[in-house]
């Protein structure tokens, strides 16, 4: 007998313009061995595919109406410890970085264009480049990417209630 699915519904949460990772996170944790995980979600939530992907989950998706979606987090065999641990700067050292190449203002998209236009402005950077961008909160999936694709990053919450990130190119994976 399979095991019900753990259902988390976010689309509220991203209609209020939330940031709904740490709750998602939270009910990764809290997934019984082999328990799948069916999120409810007003986009089709690629960035998280990466990430829960790369905690052994295989996602499968579809669009229930209204460009809303479904999507069923199922664990795989290497789903074993699926807690995400907090994040730090990849990039601890004092070793002085060049100045940015640019710097990205993505605090007026909406999710996941902050992390998609942000990545796109770290793949065209050369090794050893920075950029900078502007997000309207702590990107917590942006920050795990980065890190999987080797690159190194620095960040902060500014006062201003916004989060800024220099990023410095790593070298590309083979």
């Known amino acids: 007998m399979s095991m019900p699915y753990y259902d988390l519904d976010v689309r509220p949460i991203l209609r209020e313009g939330g940031e709904p990772f740490s709750v998602i996170m939270q ?3 809290s997934l019984a061995p082999g328990q799948s995980l069916r999120l409810y979600a007003t986009f089709k939530p690629l960035p998280l595919f990466q990430v829960l992907g790369a905690r052994g989950f295989e996602a499968s998706a579809r669009e229930i109406g209204n460009g809303e979606w479904e999507v069923i987090f199922t664990p795989g065999e290497a789903a074993a410890d699926p807690v995400v641990k ?3 700067p990849a990039a601890a050292s004092d070793d002085k970085w060049p100045a940015p190449v640019d710097e990205l203002d993505n605090r007026d998209l909406d999710p996941p264009e902050p992390m998609v236009k942000t990545l796109e402005g770290v793949e065209a950077l050369q090794p050893g480049q920075t950029i900078a961008a502007l997000l309207p909160r702590e990107p917590v999936f942006l ?4 890190e999987a694709r080797g690159h190194s990053w620095r960040g902060q919450m500014e006062p201003e209630g916004h989060y800024r990130v220099v990023i410095r190119a790593g070298n590309p994976r083979r």
């Open 27 to 29: 009910a990764v944790s």
């Open 86 to 88: 907090p994040t730090a």
């Open 143 to 146: 920050l795990e990417e980065l």
